[in-house]
């Protein structure tokens, strides 16, 4: 492994019990510290499955996947302490306020006290809460849950953050302004951000690299410039469809 | 222990802004418990009170019908409407009568019925002298109608036809020893009158076997009643439990609750505490309602007993087996819809095969077997033990213990199921 390798997953493969087919197969990637990387890949493609491996929410068939020279079979734990986790769904209680959502997962991450108080009110101010944390979560707009769903994988400042789709269903605004955070967060702090996609346009501004896999298997991997101009394509989407083709997905 | 603190904090702040849940936990209840007792003791008192609904239609003008009016009258339980046989010619017009819910009981004095048992009586005792006469039948038996409403409580009409069934029979050894005084003395050739006194032979003293002689148990419907809805309310806690636990699995949370360090069960101790907390406070709300509030209303005041250690110790064990049989059926279903039908049929049967409904010593053989397979019977069993029996810990410990086993049986069956489902990923 690189010394400055953050992710490393070696020939990584998982097939789900009753399922023929492999929702992962082969895969070796390396991730390095500090950076910003995209998978991206049609629906199906394995991105949610490797996702869930890096996390430690799913055991691999066979292969081994390590975060920070950590083993995610063996040191989970370890893991846990150090990445943020932005599931794809909403993952805050809809009857609690944006506020007590985040004290709770604060606290579920170590913060107490002061400290707590004032990172939650320090994250709700950047991402414009000012006047509404204290209200129930299902009282806001798609957009606010989305911006405190992915709070709540910041809060405690991992050192790799993982995010699954956390654009989804939001205005073209907010997942400007989510983004331009995680690039902040990522400049600031140099936390490496993994996540998954389907908006090629926005991979393509933001990330450092990014793969695009299909089927359970990376097809190519290199920075969208590099890429772009290796497949003689206008654009990532035009790249993205050269390598997974337009046939519609289940 | 942070963690769990954390999950407290975040259970509890969800519960309080729930304010149908509050509703469901807390004051459904309280009035379940109020309205159950409540229906039991009016239901009584209101028969003793006002009186039971009898007939007596005495169709004997000799003194067996007479005695038979005469002692019926002096019954309070009774509101006696007597008649001769003018109004209720037949049995027809006194079904219809009761049929209509005009009485519960009627009681029909056959005509003559005097003078049969005089035939009989004097009978046997000629057969007395008469070396070579002997009576082995009587010619001819009183015949008494008890005819009762088909939809009164069985064991009420039972116990009411019984009663009277019984005070029939001391009227009859009276009427009997009066006719029989007088025969001997015609035989006798005697002028004297028998005098038969008007005490009973028997009296009887009735008390209730409890452990602690020392101290008078009343059982009422307040000490029968409160143990055993307060027991039925705590299992309800259920069905909330089992949905949040669900809810919060099929939603995004659980990949969350997953990769915060630490165990994902650790969480789940802290949204467990929380119901257990919930259903001690509960139990402590019924019995001050039964302590204080029912008085207010003319019923009997809680005698909750003195064993304080035994009390608590039942009540955390009953608590702590309703919280891990909603974390059983929270695990074992996938959605909320199938745990909510499922979890409040089965506390419904098990309620019922526990004893709540019915008491158990009024089942069938097989029924009371079966019922001792119910954690709600355990429970009423330990309080009916502390509550009216006098029991202390020594008398309640072996339903402790099985409740005990029921909360690991169903803490281990749950985990073993959490595994598996994570298993299958």
Known sequence: MKENSCIRVSNLSKKYSGSDSFALKDVTLEIFNGEIFGLLGPNGAGKTTFFSIVCGLLNATSGNAQIAGYSTDKDIESIKKIIGVVPQDIALYPTLSGRDNLMFIGRMYGLKGKVLKERVQECLSKFGFDKNSNEQVKKYSGGMKRRINLIGGILHEPEILLLDEPTVGMDVQTRTSMMEHLKELNKEKKMTILYTSHYLEQAELFCDRVAIMDQGQILCLGSPVDLIKKENGKDLEDVFLKFTGRKIRD | MRRLIATFIKEFKILIVDKTGITILFVMPVMLVFIMTLIQFEAYKSLTQSGIPVLLVNNDNGSLGLSLEKGFKKFSICKLTVDHGEKYKNSEDIKKRIVDGEFIVALVIPKGATNVL?????????????????????????????????????????????????????????????????????????????????????????????????????????????????????????????????????????????????????????????????????????????????????????????????????????????????????????????????????????????????????????????????????????????????????????????LALFFIFSITVSYQLYKSKLRKY
């Open chain 2, 118 to 402: 005089r035939d009989n009586v004097g009978e046997m005792t000629n057969s007395f002298f008469d070396k070579e006469k002997t009576t082995k039948q009587i010619a001819t038996q009183v015949k008494i109608e008890v005819i009762v409403d088909p939809t009164a409580s069985k064991s009420f009409v039972m116990a009411i036809s019984s009663g009277l069934k019984e005070f029939i029979a001391s009227v009859k050894t009276k009427v009997l020893f009066q006719i029989m005084g007088e025969k001997i003395a015609q035989l006798l050739d005697s002028d004297t009158k028998a005098v038969l006194p008007e005490q009973d032979f028997f009296v009887y003293d009735e008390s209730y076997a409890v452990r602690n002689s020392g101290k008078t148990y009343e059982p009422n419907a307040v000490q029968h009643n409160i143990p055993a809805w307060a027991i039925f309310s705590i299992f309800f806690i259920v069905l909330p439990l089992a949905g949040s636990i669900i809810n919060e699995r099929s939603e995004g949370l659980f990949i969350r609750m997953r990769t915060f360090p630490g165990n994902y069960l650790s969480i789940l101790s802290g949204k467990l505490f929380v119901y257990f907390f919930v259903a001690i406070i509960q139990f402590v709300m019924i019995m001050l309602l039964g302590k204080f509030v029912m008085p207010m209303l003319g019923l009997p005041v809680l005698d909750i007993g003195t064993h304080w250690f035994a009390l608590t110790t039942l009540t955390i064990m009953l608590s702590l087996a309703a919280v891990s049989y909603g974390l059983l059926i929270g695990t074992l279903f996938s959605t909320p819809q199938q745990s909510a039908v499922f979890g409040g049929i089965s506390i419904l049967i098990l309620s019922a095969l526990g004893g709540i409904w019915v008491p158990v010593n009024l089942m069938p053989p097989i029924m009371q077997t079966i019922s001792s397979v119910s954690p709600l019977n355990w429970a009423l069993v330990g309080y009916y033990e502390l509550f009216i029996k006098g029991g202390d810990w020594q008398a309640i410990q072996f339903q402790v213990l099985k």
